[in-house]
């Protein structure tokens, strides 16, 4: 991105970007704003083709809109922890990957400032290197806190060495401009508590699946959606959760009601404002995950199956698949377009460039890049975090919305895989004594 105009970039609480204040101002204590979890790898060494790894080098996991480290058992990044960990012990490879709490929808610098409490925690107990890999919105959270042009930059900042951004919605996804109104935030609640629903039975009973795709097959008549339907979906999905877990997510939510300052900034019409605010920090590696789901239609719906329930989120894939190419007018946002020095990349990857109909079912393919190409998949934009059909796998994957992408275990290890090498290559150049580690808790835990 260029160079701002924007000395001192902020960005509204209640949605839009604008010049104002340092977001660091009010900075509560670290133990409240932590809660990480890390997964254990192995020793230094000199791995072959990188340079010496004698920094401890600390990766962390940030979630993306909605997101959660984990909330129980439900994991937000399933699988990716547990993997990178396996790679770095393969390599001999002194590293740590922590998995970060956020505020689920709060704005970009509110969950900025709570990553750079949870990064200021762990570096605190143990020095090392800093990469960042952010899950959609996670991505422009590691943006806006690695940015120069932030006043009052935290003193650990030149530790940082690489920021990777997994279908991240650099310019915006029109996605966020449906949800951005009463009905569409009741709709974005029932679409989150559903996703959770996924996340610990495998699925969605099929009545409420069909009940959910018939509420948002009628997205296009937003103002005749009854918002009781959507409160009484919202309570049947609540049913089948434990009492303790039940209150839980009730909390959850109203927590999250208090600040969703993200949605709007997500707009392409906001984006515009980050990119010209945000620019990249010398010395730091920037790399991008890009997704492009299978387009909605005849071969989609064969490749999703023909059992019910796969049929029924197919239905709603469709859906938001199209409520995501729908980009403003050229008067509100310029579409972005593919950047030159990234099709020769692209084409190693895939066989076409991406166009205005490519998009992983949230955001669109052309919005996703940003700095190096790291990877390109045939997946939707949960498939890539590990949410895709394998249930034979120990632990199981589940899938939540069947693009028929046919994205699978093989094809997630050879993103995360890519993820790694990234990493590796941007902190091979680090200096300093290597360091023993082993398995650890939450931050802050002995």
């Given at each position: 991105m260029g160079h701002s105009a924007y000395s001192r970039p902020h960005l509204a609480r209640g949605g839009g970007f604008a010049s104002a204040e340092t977001l660091d101002r009010g900075r509560p204590g670290l133990a409240r704003a932590v809660g990480l979890r890390a997964a254990f790898v192995g020793r230094s060494s000199s791995p072959d083709g990188v340079g010496p790894m004698n920094r401890m080098q600390h990766v962390f996991l940030v979630p993306g809109f909605f997101g959660f480290s984990e909330f129980g058992e439900l994991p937000y990044f399933?699988?990716?922890?547990?993997?990178?960990?396996?790679?770095?012990?393969?390599?001999?490879?002194?590293?740590?990957?922590?998995?970060?709490?956020?505020?689920?929808?709060?704005?970009?610098?509110e969950r900025a400032r709570r990553l750079a409490e949870a990064i200021q925690a762990v570096l605190a107990a143990e020095p090392g290197d800093v990469h960042l890999v952010g899950h959609s919105s996670g991505g422009l959270d590691a943006r806006w806190l690695v940015s120069p042009h932030r006043p009052d930059p935290e003193p650990w900042l030149h530790h940082v060495r690489s920021v990777v951004a997994v279908s991240t919605p650099h310019f915006g996804t029109p996605v966020a401009d449906f949800f951005?109104?009463?009905?569409?935030?009741r709709l974005l609640r029932v679409l989150s508590l559903a996703t959770m629903y996924t996340l610990r039975y495998g699925k969605l009973p099929l009545g409420l699946a069909f009940k959910l795709t018939g509420v948002f097959l009628r997205v296009d008549d937003v103002l005749r959606l009854n918002r009781t339907v959507l409160d009484q979906l919202y309570e049947q999905l609540l049913q089948d959760f434990s009492d303790?877990?039940?209150?839980?997510?009730?909390?959850?939510?109203?927590?999250?009601?208090?600040?969703q300052g993200l949605v709007e900034q997500l707009t392409p019409r906001n984006m515009q404002t980050f990119n010209a605010t945000v620019s990249d920090r010398p010395g730091v590696a920037y790399g991008a995950v890009a997704t492009e789901a299978r387009r909605p239609g005849v071969g989609s719906v064969w490749?999703?199956?023909f059992d019910p329930y796969a049929q029924t989120t197919h239905t709603l894939y469709s859906?938001?698949?199209?409520?995501?190419?729908?980009?403003?007018?050229r008067r509100v946002a310029e579409r972005p377009e593919v950047p030159?020095?990234?099709?020769?990349?692209?084409?190693?990857?895939?066989?076409?460039?991406?166009?205005r109909r490519s998009s992983d079912g949230v955001v669109p393919t052309v919005s996703q890049l940003h700095g190096q190409l790291v990877h390109v998949a045939r997946a939707d934009h949960l498939d890539v975090v590990g949410h895709f059909a394998d249930p034979r796998h120990d632990p199981p994957h589940y899938d939540w919305l069947a693009s028929g992408s046919g994205f699978r275990r093989s094809e997630f290890?050879?993103?995360?895989?890519?993820?790694?090498?990234?990493?590796?290559?941007?902190?091979?150049s680090s200096d300093g004594a290597s360091s023993e580690v082993g398995p650890t808790g939450p931050a802050g835990a002995p």
């Open positions: 399933a699988h990716v922890a547990e993997l990178l960990g396996a790679r770095f012990r393969d390599r001999g490879w002194s590293g740590r990957v922590h998995r970060v709490s956020t505020d689920p929808t709060a704005s970009v610098p951005t109104g009463a009905v569409g935030r303790d877990r039940r209150q839980a997510l009730s909390r959850f939510f109203r927590d999250v009601s208090r600040d490749s999703a199956g859906v938001l698949h199209s409520l995501s190419l729908r980009w403003p007018s030159e020095e990234q099709t020769d990349p692209w084409l190693r990857f895939m066989p076409r460039l991406p166009d290890e050879r993103l995360w895989a890519a993820v790694f090498e990234f990493v590796g290559a941007a902190g091979g």
